[in-house]
């Protein structure tokens, strides 16, 4: 998932005890004290309250806005283009899955639990066949019931990539890998449900049958994409501006890119529905252009919290953490922020003009630059979050950066651009988000130490919203000469493959809405994961992703800056706060309340 999902998403895995205690201990050194950890007279829940744990769920009342305020909108608010993690968060207001993760904190998050199904899947025992049955009183905003043919059609639009772009195709991949079907817009049958691989003998009942067994495939029926969409209201390319809802909101108004408002779906019925307790009356989301303005607003008390859920800007941090410490949390997040360097902006063809750049980078430079370690996180060694089976985190360290060359090594850099023909060094451009102050500063510091080994790079800034059309289309990349793509990423599902196949398999280049910005194709990676997806053994599995990760390393694709940690602002009126590694350390949206003040 960027993080938006820039990461992605949303899924990350747990950090050792031993590092989330030293983290939490370098965060106490941000402000406050002993004293406001226990919560402030202003009736904020205390530093961390609700970090990995529950803060006043016995507060929570019945009604009410809530009011979110963001730096930018969503990529897309149709559940089958969405891959921002925000939107894979907020969207569980207005839309269902067969399964989906426990409404519970930390790690407890990122277990599957059943949805519309009345449990999990029956899998047959060669792993290639699962079965639901559908809940009762389930339907949509009109009254009527969600059949498994809404939901298997839901599903088949992942298919019209021509159309709908943008989110994660993991359920095409693996239900359709020679690409036969065409997608319900190109589909000759009758009622457009061709997709034989999905079958829906009465509208209780959905089965699944894979074509190879694969052991992640619950995870990704847990994705937003796979939510049921039903074909007289499906708008096609329209479908963002007003999806249909399954859950307990309903869309009442949107301008893209100014506000959002949800409003109760009067047809939900909570005894259909043991995740979602639907707590506000009212949902809202104010987009803002300016960061600062958007951390200045909500350390005013006029919002609740940040959508994008990405940390404080530094100026907003800084007046936090001295004024507003109990207001704050500092998860762990399953997010890497790295550098991409595209391979068809030349000279980044050239594998040791690539090693260049990991070796003349400032490392604790881009560390500070991200927030330094409370709010930016550990120096990133390698692309494997710490808490995916198979990372490693700073152990597997290729290049040194968080050792010997953590503050760069001028020397072996120029020996990399003599080797790779470019002694007295070369231009290129970094292309980074205009919405985002940290990796602006990041690439600021990234300019500066390239500078010394002879590296002149020039800063592009682009409008965030509108990234997969930039960055994601490779073509475009070549035109502007984005040599250097700064980005972020976390697991979609917490695997190798619910992290990185999008990221670095040759199938997922794309000509738009691309995340393989470096544009790897290399065969043994690929591989890799063929091999990864056929094996069922936990410790193979583990062992296979560690080995991948290690590819992706030596061909230095990727300059990793940090192992991200957040800093993430909760109102005083927020009550049933946590953060769930289910989406990568970010407050759980959907049962958010607020305080009873009787």
């Known amino acids: 998932m960027t993080t938006q999902r820039t990461s992605g998403r949303r899924k990350q895995a747990m950090a050792a005890a031993a590092v989330v205690a030293a983290l939490l201990t370098t965060a106490a050194c941000g402000g406050g004290g002993k004293d406001g950890d226990k919560g ?24 009410g806005t809530l009011k979110f305020a963001a730096p ?28 989906t993760n426990k409404t519970e904190p930390g790690k407890a998050g990122t277990e599957l639990t059943p949805d519309l199904a009345t449990g999990l899947a029956k899998i047959s025992d060669d792993g290639k066949t699962y079965t639901y049955t559908l809940r009762d009183d389930i339907t949509w ?23 709908l772009s943008g989110g994660p195709t993991y359920l095409k991949e693996v239900l359709d890998p020679k690409g036969e079907y065409q997608g319900p817009y190109k589909d000759k049958s009758p009622d457009k449900l061709g997709l034989k691989a999905i079958e829906t003998p009465n509208d209780k009942t959905i089965v699944f049958k894979l074509p190879a067994a694969n052991s992640d495939f619950e995870e990704m029926l847990a994705l937003i994409s796979a939510s049921p969409v039903r074909q007289d209201k499906d708008t096609k390319s329209k479908y963002a501006l007003r999806p249909f809802s399954s859950g307990p909101y309903k869309f009442e108004s949107y301008s893209p890119g100014k506000e959002l408002t949800l409003v109760r779906n009067t047809a939900w019925k909570q005894s259909s529905d043991p995740i979602r307790k639907a707590y506000p009356d009212k949902i809202t989301v104010k987009f803002f252009s300016n960061a600062n303005d958007l951390d200045a607003r909500l350390i005013a008390g006029d919002y609740d919290l940040d959508l994008a859920q990405t940390s404080l800007s530094p100026q907003g941090r800084s007046t936090a953490l001295k004024e507003h410490k109990d207001n704050l949390d500092n998860p762990i997040s399953g997010y890497i922020r790295y550098a991409a360097l595209a391979q068809n902006v030349k000279p980044f063809d050239n594998i040791h003009c690539r090693k260049a750049v990991l070796y003349g980078a400032d490392h604790v430079s881009l560390q500070t630059a991200r927030g330094g370690p409370v709010a930016g996180g550990d120096i990133g060694t390698n692309m494997l979050p710490p808490g995916v089976p198979g990372g490693e985190g700073q152990k597997y360290d290729p290049y040194g950066m968080a050792g010997a060359n953590k503050s760069g090594n001028v020397a072996k850099a120029k020996e990399e651009l003599k080797a790779c023909g470019q002694p007295n060094g070369f231009k290129t451009k970094i292309a980074v988000r205009n919405n985002k102050p940290a990796e602006v500063a990041t690439a600021e510091s990234l300019q500066a130490s390239l500078k010394k080994v002879g590296i002149d790079v020039e800063i592009d800034q682009y409008d965030g919203a509108q990234n997969s059309s930039v960055v994601g289309s490779p073509s475009n990349v070549k035109k502007k ?8 990423w976390g697991a979609d599902f917490p695997s190798v493959q619910g992290y990185g196949l999008p990221l670095w398999h040759s199938k997922y280049i794309l000509e738009s809405a691309n995340n393989n910005y470096a544009l790897i194709n290399d065969k043994t990676i690929d591989g890799l994961f063929a091999d990864y997806t056929k094996t069922l053994d936990d410790a193979e599995k583990t062992r296979i992703a560690t080995e991948i990760n290690h590819k ?41 309340g607020l305080k009873n003040t009787k």
Do not use: C
């Open 40 to 63: 402030s007279k202003n009736g904020a829940a205390g530093f961390d309250a609700a970090n990995n744990k529950v803060a006043q769920a016995d507060q929570v009342k019945k009604g």
């Open 72 to 99: 930018q909108d969503a990529d897309s608010w149709d559940t089958t283009r969405g891959y921002y993690g925000f939107m894979w968060n907020f969207a569980r207001y207005y839309s269902r899955q067969l399964v």
């Open 141 to 163: 905003e009109d009254g009527k019931p969600i059949t498994s043919k809404d939901i298997k059609y839901g599903i088949e639009r992942v298919w019209a990539q021509d159309v």
């Open 481 to 488: 000469g984005y040599g250097i793509i700064i980005m972020g």
């Open 552 to 592: 992706v390393m030596e061909g230095a694709y990727y300059l990793p800056f940090v192992f991200e940690r957040f800093l993430n602002w909760r109102s005083d009126r927020l009550a049933n706060v946590y953060t769930t590694d289910a989406y990568s350390g970010m407050y759980d949206f959907v049962n958010l």
